[in-house]
């Protein structure tokens, strides 16, 4: 018989964001550059597409860039830092004692339409993160930190967009 510990009490929001800004600060002195996650998602989907259709990869500019030639798209540090997201988010979780397999949602919503709704909201952030040339947390975060015009009309569109739609959304989640 497995006993179950409590979890862990959440971090404070504002140890959080200081710990998270420390994170960036180090990012840009160690590596010279941000925090963000698209480029290594992208990074990942690129080598998956050279494995099978290399050709399709030398013709396109965008994944040539990465992969084109004898390039490996994995040696590049956005890979290790998804890897790293990936990774700590694991062990995070299970020294806090908060891993477990679960779905989030609320109670009209189904779990089928939870994943779809997640898999299809994924999917539009993923392409916007093509369009904006980042994903939010290097918009967010990278592109804010550095004062980036661009960063904080991203984010601030972010912000209005999630205020527009959560009064009508609400009752999915009540």
């Not at 550059?33 to 099978?52: E, N, P």
């Not at 908060?98 to 109670?107: F, H, N, S």
């Not at 997640?118 to 093509?130: D, I, K, S, W």
Request: proline fraction near 3%; include cysteine.
């Amino acid at each position: 018989m497995s006993q179950e510990r409590a979890a862990s009490p959440l971090w404070n929001p504002y140890a959080g964001g200081v710990a998270l800004g420390i994170v960036l600060f180090l990012s840009y002195y160690l590596s010279g550059a941000g925090l963000g996650g698209s480029g290594g998602v992208a990074r990942v989907a690129t080598f998956a597409v050279d494995q099978v259709a290399s050709q399709q990869v030398d013709r396109n500019p965008y994944l040539a860039r990465m992969a084109g030639g004898d390039a490996n798209p994995l040696n590049h540090r956005m890979v290790w830092m998804l890897l790293g997201v990936i990774v700590g988010g694991f062990v995070s979780g299970l020294l806090a004692g908060r891993l477990r397999v679960e779905t989030i949602k609320g109670p009209a919503v189904g779990t089928r339409l939870r994943w779809a709704l997640a898999f299809l909201g994924g999917g539009f952030m993923g392409y916007g993160a093509g369009i904006a040339r980042g994903c939010t947390s290097g918009q967010a975060l990278s592109g804010g930190a550095v004062l980036a015009v661009g960063s904080w009309a991203f984010m601030m569109m972010v912000f209005a967009g999630a205020y527009l739609l959560a009064y009508p959304l609400r009752r999915l989640w009540n």
